[in-house]
């Protein structure tokens, strides 16, 4: 049935059953059917030459979709008739959100509608969207539609859909629930149909231009993630286990996939979308509860329930235990994996497509509850979730339509390397080989984690600058731990310098200079607390002695900062970037987004590590060098969404002068106040020490021998020679409502790109990110 049948001024009665019924009655039909049947250029002429007509199919469809779920659909013609107005809803909700004027429609309540006279109570009505998102929640636990029914007797005594308690019909066993279902494609296929009907409920957040403001709640899983909705728990619980169940190897048999069908990976893909958009929820303005999920009151003044009033969020805040954590940390890891294992056992199982939902997914549990993040980070599988994200760091570099992977990789390494365990870990050696174009090499995660930061930064295109800063606080937060850094990875730290140390990239930039700072304090802390394992790392440092030479010599005279600037145009830049990929992307539509990230000193805060390895917060003002901006806008990632990110700190702006254009120049007095701060002491006592002991050697022993030289090194110590060490420094990322807006139009812009079959959203008009077509 097209559509088109009633673009007609006249409006059609929502009691003309005979007219309705022809929407959802057909049998054969399956949403890709829909979708073609009912074109948007039709939907957006009823929506605004027939209003009423379109007002009606909703309030129909909806009161469909609740008549199944009353009747729990023990018929095939029911349940047929259920699916189809669930498709036809899926189809028209975006044009109906992309409309200000209808935006508000689903929440207002109707008199009478569809009910045949307005006898009933309207005052007790509910609003519509109300209506359809309870109605959904009931048809995902409907016993024989989509759960196993627990009666084996006859039909006629069917579950009476109220008084079940759907805590036993989850979906798959795992948190909290043991017990695994029998698997049932049918049912998976329902219960997919009904979560993209509920994605597409969520999805009018898309039709909303980015905000800072973080109390921007989706009225939608606002909801149905309230108490309102007695199905969250044991919803909440499907959607995590049935995600961290999945196994796409093919039931362990290599090439099983290619026999069977596997029914289950389009639900979870929905179930892990649907688990995101839900725990969308901005942590940084919750006081409520410690994240741990304890709450800091006593039993007695209890009066709220502890923790946001979306329960998904506190779900997830409060499980913790041991089994659980392994449960879920397994599965993410597992998944996460697998595109790394499709490389060298080509087509050995299906490979996933989700690993960025999965991403926000890992995040999220990070962020909520701290005790998974301790419990990940206390056992060394952190390195099967670490492993691979440099992989797809690695892959996505050159690519600038994947910004958005490199940027949730990169949080959620800032994230992770926040405490002290996580550079612990890395020390593990690295010999599972992952096929990745990297330089080979024998050593540590460390090692492997040093080596793609490298090959990003010198390698990666343009738009991926704002991120030098987070790679490197990475860095700087995992390197008191490191033991021993192999020769490679020494060599690309001292590349680094090299290339972030030129006068014409110091001064071409305001905030340039850091990188340099991030640098310095990681050779600082690894010859401080690492020194006796890490003689290639000295050895690098000895044999690049006048890169440190030159720093302590930067001239700060107005003729040679000039004469720097104008080095670049002679000297082919050292970190080059390549943009061979630039806008190829999935889909052939390329999205951007609009928002973008806060500068490193908005990401994290400042924490000092005392003796015994605990760790205080820092105030800002004692904060030490380098002097952290913000990234100014002409390096961030589309426009930025607020003034904040675009304007470096005033007190900077002082130092430098703006020429008539508008332009930063560099001025002598700006470059003074930060090469005051270099914080070169540890390392030209490092060299005024050992750079004679090691030429002395040489000239002894006639020696051009590397191993002689290391082996010299690697006995060698400057016990009482360097500077006392400095306390240790650790800036941990800190959630603010401008991550928050981030997650929130990447978490979007994933679920527009990867809905293609259908494509719910497409040539829809999105308002929180720009879709180009490529």
């Not at 044009?95 to 207002?108: A, K, L, N, T, V």
């Amino acid at each position: 049935a097209s559509i088109t049948m009633f673009v007609s001024p006249q409006p059609v009665e929502a009691t003309d059953d005979a007219f309705w019924d022809q929407f959802w009655a057909d049998t054969a039909t399956s949403v890709q059917d829909v979708f073609a049947l009912v074109p948007a250029a039709e939907i957006r002429a009823v929506r605004e030459e027939s209003p009423s007509n379109l007002a009606t199919l909703c309030y129909k469809a909806v009161e469909k979709l609740v008549q199944g779920a009353e009747s729990g659909c023990h018929t095939e013609k029911e349940r047929q008739i259920v699916l189809n107005c669930c498709r036809l809803l899926t189809r028209i909700l975006p044009y109906i959100f992309e409309d200000p004027d209808w935006r508000g429609f689903f929440w207002s309540t109707v008199p009478g509608a569809g009910r045949g006279g307005g006898d009933e109570d309207d005052e007790n009505a509910r609003p519509l969207a109300e209506s359809l998102l309870l109605a959904v929640a009931d048809l995902l636990f409907c016993p024989d539609f989509t759960v196993q029914s627990h009666r084996r007797s006859t039909v006629d005594t069917a579950e009476d859909i109220h008084s079940i308690d759907s805590c036993e019909y989850i979906w798959e066993a795992g948190v909290g629930f043991a017990h695994s279902p029998q698997p049932n494609y049918i049912h998976d296929l329902n219960r997919t149909e009904l979560l993209k009907l509920l994605l597409t409920c969520f999805s009018e957040a898309m039709y909303l231009p980015p905000s800072s403001d973080s109390s921007n709640t989706n009225p939608w899983v606002q909801f149905f993630c309230s108490t309102e909705n007695r199905h969250a728990l044991p919803l909440f619980t499907s959607l995590l286990n049935v995600v961290c169940a999945y196994d796409p190897v093919g039931y362990g048999i290599p090439y099983n996939h290619l026999l069977f069908s596997d029914y289950r990976e389009p639900l979870v893909e929905e179930a892990a979308q649907v688990l995101i958009v839900t725990l969308d929820y901005d942590s940084s303005t919750s006081s409520s509860p410690t994240v741990d999920g304890t709450t800091t009151g006593t039993a007695m003044d209890d009066v709220d329930p502890p923790g946001p009033d979306n329960l998904f969020v506190n779900y997830l805040s409060r499980i913790h235990r041991e089994e659980d954590f392994q449960f879920i940390l397994k599965g993410v890891a597992r998944l996460l994996s697998n595109p790394l294992v499709q490389t060298y056992l080509p087509n050995s199982a299906k490979k996933i497509q989700f690993h960025q939902e999965l991403l926000v997914l890992f995040w999220k549990l990070c962020d909520f509850n701290k005790k998974f993040l301790f419990f990940v980070l206390k056992s060394s599988d952190v390195l099967d979730i670490l492993v691979p994200i440099l992989y797809f760091l690695n892959d996505a570099r050159a690519d600038q339509s994947r910004v958005g992977l490199m940027h949730i990789g990169v949080f959620i390494l800032l994230l992770l390397s926040g405490e002290r365990n996580f550079g612990v870990r890395l020390n593990k050696p690295y010999s599972v080989r992952v096929p990745m174009d990297i330089p080979v090499f024998t050593g540590t995660h460390a090692d492997l984690l040093i080596i793609v930061f490298h090959k990003i930064i010198t390698s990666g295109h343009q738009r991926l600058q704002p991120l030098f800063d987070c790679l490197l606080t990475i860095v700087v937060n995992v390197s008191p731990y490191l033991k021993s850094l192999s020769m490679v990875a020494a060599n690309k730290l001292l590349h680094l310098l090299e290339a972030f140390s030129t006068t014409w990239f110091l001064f071409s930039a305001v905030q340039n200079h850091h990188l340099v700072f991030f640098l310095l304090e990681v050779f600082n802390n690894i010859i401080q607390y690492q020194f006796d394992g890490n003689s290639n790392l000295v050895y690098a440092v000895i044999r690049k002695r006048n890169v440190f030479h030159q720093l302590a010599n930067l001239p700060t005279d107005s003729q040679s900062i000039q004469k720097g600037l104008q080095r670049k145009k002679k000297t082919p830049e050292p970190i080059s970037r390549t943009n061979s990929q630039d806008g190829v992307s999935m889909e052939g539509c390329q999205q951007m987004h609009r928002v973008s990230v806060p500068g490193i000193d908005k990401l994290t805060e400042k924490s000092q590590v005392s003796e015994d390895g605990t760790m205080r917060s820092l105030e800002p003002e004692s904060s030490q060098p380098p002097p952290e901006g913000n990234l100014p806008s002409a390096v961030s990632d589309g426009e930025p969404w607020s003034g904040e990110a675009s304007h470096p700190r005033r007190d900077r702006r002082r130092l430098s002068s703006a020429s008539s254009s508008g332009q930063w120049t560099p001025t002598p007095d700006w470059v003074m106040s930060w090469k005051s701060k270099l914080p070169l002491q540890t390392i030209m006592r490092l060299l005024q020490v050992l750079v004679p002991q090691v030429e002395k050697i040489c000239i002894d022993k006639g020696l051009t021998d590397e191993s002689e030289i290391l082996k010299f090194l690697q006995h060698g110590t400057l016990v009482g020679l360097l500077p006392v060490p400095h306390p240790i420094l650790i800036r941990k990322y800190q959630a603010n409502s401008g991550t928050a807006m981030w997650f929130r139009t990447y978490m979007w812009g994933v679920i527009y790109l990867r809905n293609v079959d259908p494509p719910i959203w497409y040539d829809t008009d999105v308002k929180l990110f720009e879709i180009q077509r490529v």
